[in-house]
């Protein structure tokens, strides 16, 4: 499949910027609820750490129609499914606002998912089809920083609204904010078809859609511990057999949803399952830092976001000299001695107690943001360096699911790792004690210190035409 470059003089920085805001509204509702949880646990009667399924089936809603976006885009044209995902997004952020239960909420959550799997991968494709592999590293670096910054405003902006407003506002705010992307939709994205139909791959889409959901609700089913290990063990199963045949499929497809071919170029592959290991990991820091802070430490949900605005400095310094530091050392290097530190600052996070002085937790967290900001940035820039233009679409497709779904999971792992934790003491699930967030967090650093592993198998020269740096 082929969708067009827009022309020139549409294709500049309006339209990257607007791909990026929509981003940045689409990431932030998947993870502007953990602070409110509490709160919304109580109006819904359930555990707050059961709340985690809002940010897990959103996410997972987004992953599973994210490859179905290229083929809509082709079919349809550009700007109509770019506006109309956009008023999809807006019309279920009113439904999430309004919901009276859980379940009705997960409901508008998979659907306001559903909205926002269109949004950005056909916005992110046209980008880097009209970027140059030199001028790479500052359109992803355009791109990247919603998923950067979102996690982080996330819990402050949620605490703000739940301490001195409602929960609600947190969706209703998404109304105004969704008209004015569709008004900008219309008048900078072209309307242009592409050049060919091919069918959609509709087995392909159950499977893969089968697969993601199983996997899961088996791991969710797994961390809540409702009716002991036959059902997610059964899900879970379910997911991979439903994703090994996925994968046959699409392999022997003749226009398969999910292109694979990119997973053949070392740089993709490695940075792909890197940077999977570290999304999992470092997402479940702004899931389980709030609950951390409002059900242990006792502060407000205020308060409590607000400290995690000291990780969105630190990815803010981390930024201005995140070219520089790449072209002087290269990717290897980088992404190994910084992932460790990015593992080291995150394991740090266990040390955390009701005694620990606030500026010291705000170090740590500050320390903590600079580094997954350049590790982030780093594996997402290096992912698409030897990608052929050919094979760009599907590379795209495939990483942008990924990484939605990652992000995603972060919130299940960490409900998962406080729950394991609380059954292997004996407590009641959905109370974890202090001792519980430190082994998640212990837990976490060591999938982020996997990532750190896959690295070491980057060449020396990985990603030279796209960092600038010159081996000795």
Known sequence: MSIPTPPPARSAGPIAWLVAGTAFMEMLDGTVIVTAMPQMAHVFKVSAVA????????????????????????????????????????????????????????????????????????????????????????????????????????????????????????????????????????????????????????????????????????????????SGPLEPAALLAAGAGLGGLAAWHCKRHAFPLLDFAALRLPTYAITMWSGALFRVALSSAPFLLPLLFQTIFGLNAFISGALLLSLFAGNLLMKTITTRVLRRFGFRQVLVFNGMLAVASLRACAFFTPHTPARLIIAVLFISGAFRSMQFTGLSSLQFADVPAEQMNGASTLSSMMSQLTMGMGAAFGALALNASTLLRGGLVGRPNLGDFDNAFHLAAAIAFLGVLGCLRLGKTAGQLVSGHKTP
């Open 51 to 226: 709340m985690n399924i809002g940010v897990t089936a959103y996410l997972l809603a987004l992953g599973v129609f994210m490859p179905v976006t290229g083929w809509a885009a082709e079919r349809f044209g550009v700007r109509r499914v770019f506006a109309g995902a956009v008023l999809l997004f807006t019309f279920a952020s009113g439904l999430c606002g309004i919901s009276g239960s859980l379940w009705a909420f997960t409901a508008a959550r998979v659907l306001q998912g559903i909205g926002g799997a269109a949004m950005v991968p056909v916005g992110r494709l046209a980008v880097l089809r009209s970027t140059a592999k030199q001028d790479l590293l500052q359109a992803i670096a355009t791109i990247v920083w919603p998923g950067l910054v979102a996690p982080v405003l996330g819990p402050p902006v949620g605490g703000f609204l739940v301490t001195y407003a409602s929960w609600r506002w947190i969706f209703f705010l998404n109304l105004p904010l969704g008209l004015a992307a569709f008004l900008l939709a219309l008048r900078l994205f072209p309307s242009i078809k592409g050049e060919q139909r091919k069918p959609l791959d509709l087995k392909g889409f159950l499977l893969v859609g089968g697969a993601l959901t199983a996997l899961v609700f088996g791991f969710n089913a797994l961390g809540q511990a409702r």
